[in-house]
């Protein structure tokens, strides 16, 4: 086992007073990039009273603060600002012409749990103007790998003989990041952003030139390759500004964009005496949160922008060629919500309120759900006699919402709020696929897509003259697909092929108005 646990704990302030003029800045950059790498190559390993665990495992953690105070007679200026990443590449493997066997299990893994934690503060106060701003950027682009890999033909990797084979990639990231800020003066600017990033692989595979259980006179209990990724990220935004005339900006940004594969590779040898499964599966969580856009003053006006995106990509994957001899095989491409049926994949929260003798709002919250779930099994694939189960299967919940409160002797407001899912979905069964003519055991291909939309907004605007309108749109451009690709001959005690979709769907769109000279407009669109 290599273990790795990299952490950074950084802070970074500023504070500056002055009678004329004032202007600070507080700023952090932190990164991680770490190799941590756990091989057998080319070696022969055995194990006569217990197993062989090949295991890397990284622990990387950042936590930033930064703040900053700025406050003059006349102006004062102020950024916060923190920067994190981590890029670290996490890999257990065995390769070559390596040759293991062991009594127990074999076990190769490869799991990462990078987190991150920032906040960024910034105070801006001055009698004339004051401008402040907020920025916390994080990004996670980790790559993680467990495999199994051989030289060539003549040099392949084998396992002859363990209770049971497992190929296993794991990424857990959690990242949270949250601005406020707050500026004060005649003429007052505050801007907060956050945002934030979870990309690149998570990838558990047996590739060319691997042999499990050839060898006569040894056994194979059973094979499992998975690759499972649980990506969370936050991202929260929080500004007041005040004045003659104020303006403040939140925005609250999230992209999770995985790449989860799980294959065994064309060509491939595999005999066992239980089963063997083979899952890609993604539990994504994205919270934009911009809910506390305040801004007050003569001239007020609030923008607030929460955007969160999910977008990975899901693959399982049996080569062309390959060879099963198994008692059943199970192919699974997954895309799970992160908790229990009423948790949200993504959601976005907008919230905005301005005040004064002219107050105006906007608010836009996006929830979007894109990407792939795909399961397919090459041409030409020796299939096992027992079971055969192939599913893809995607479940999303996307909550999109967002409220603004304008008022003043002339207020005006606009909310907005989208919610759309357009997932992939596929599962496939390649062409000429072999199979023996006493085969009894079932055959199901299956794909599966759930998706749940829901849209809400509230606008509300007072004044002597004053309008709002609010806006709610759901859209669900999602497809699945079962395909059996010809020419085949298939035996089996039972076929199923079946592709379902369900589109769950709830836009809400609320409007108040009071004035004098007013007018109000709602829609909802799906």
Request: glycine share 12%; proline share 2%.
């Amino acid at each position: 086992t290599v273990a790795s646990t990299s952490n950074i704990v950084s802070f970074a302030g500023s504070v500056v007073v002055s009678g004329v003029a004032a202007g600070g800045a507080a700023v952090a950059d932190n990164n991680i990039t770490n190799t941590v790498q756990a091989t057998i190559a080319d070696s022969t390993v055995t194990s006569t009273g217990a197993g062989i665990t090949v295991e890397a495992i990284s622990g990387a953690e950042i936590v930033s603060l930064v703040a900053g105070i700025g406050v003059s007679g006349t102006i004062a200026l102020n950024a916060s600002v923190t920067t994190n990443t981590i890029d670290n590449d996490v890999s257990a493997c065995v390769s070559g012409a390596s040759t293991l066997a062991a009594a127990g299990a074999i076990t190769i893994r490869a799991e990462d749990e990078a987190q991150i934690d920032a906040a960024a503060l910034s105070l801006a106060g001055a009698l004339s103007g004051a401008l402040g701003g907020a920025v916390v950027t994080n990004t996670v682009s980790n790559d993680v790998w467990a495999y199994i890999t051989g030289g060539s033909a003549l040099y392949k990797a084998k396992i002859v003989r363990a209770t049971d084979v497992s190929v296993h990639a794991v990424s857990d990231v959690t990242v949270d990041g949250v601005t406020m800020g707050a500026t004060v003066g005649a003429v007052a600017g505050g801007a907060c952003v956050t945002t934030a990033s979870i990309t690149r692989t998570v990838e558990a595979y047996l590739d060319s030139y691997v042999a499990i259980g050839q060898q006569a006179g040894s056994t194979v209990g059973s094979l499992s390759v998975i690759a499972e990724s649980s990506p969370t990220a936050t991202s929260k935004a929080r500004a007041l500004s005040a004045g003659i005339g104020a303006a403040s900006v939140n925005v609250a940004q999230v992209t999770i964009s995985p790449a989860v594969s799980a294959y065994i590779a064309g060509s491939d040898a595999v005999t066992v005496t239980g089963d063997v499964q083979v899952t890609a599966q993604v539990a994504p969580q994205a919270t934009a949160d911009t809910s506390g856009t305040e801004t007050y003053g003569g001239l007020a006006v609030g923008v607030s922008k929460a955007t969160a995106d999910v977008s990975p990509t899901v693959t399982a994957t049996l080569g062309a060629n390959a060879t099963i001899q198994a008692g059943g095989l199970y192919l699974s491409a997954l895309r799970l919500l992160p908790g229990d049926e009423d948790s949200d994949s993504v959601y976005a929260n907008a919230g905005a309120s301005s005040g004064g003798l002219v107050g105006v709002d906007a608010t836009m919250a996006t929830a979007t759900a894109g990407g792939s779930v795909t399961a397919s099994v090459g041409s030409g694939v020796h299939l096992p006699d027992g079971d055969v189960v192939i599913t893809a299967a995607s479940e999303t919940r996307q909550h999109a919402q967002a409220r603004g409160k304008a008022y003043g002797i002339v207020g005006a407001g606009a909310s907005t709020a989208t919610a759309t899912s357009e997932v992939t979905v596929s599962a496939t069964l390649g062409a000429n696929p072999v199979t023996s003519t006493t085969r009894t055991g079932g055959l199901s291909v299956l794909s599966l897509g759930i998706d749940h939309n829901i849209a809400y907004t509230k606008a509300g605007s007072g004044g002597v003259i004053s309008g709002n309108a609010s806006l709610a749109k759901i859209e669900d451009d999602s497809t699945v697909t079962t395909t059996v690709e010809g020419p085949a001959t298939l035996y089996a005690g039972s076929v199923t092929f079946d592709a379902s979709h369900e589109s769950h769907y709830l836009p809400t769109a609320d409007s108040t108005n009071a004035a004098v000279v007013g007018a109000s407009g709602v829609k909802s669109t799906v």
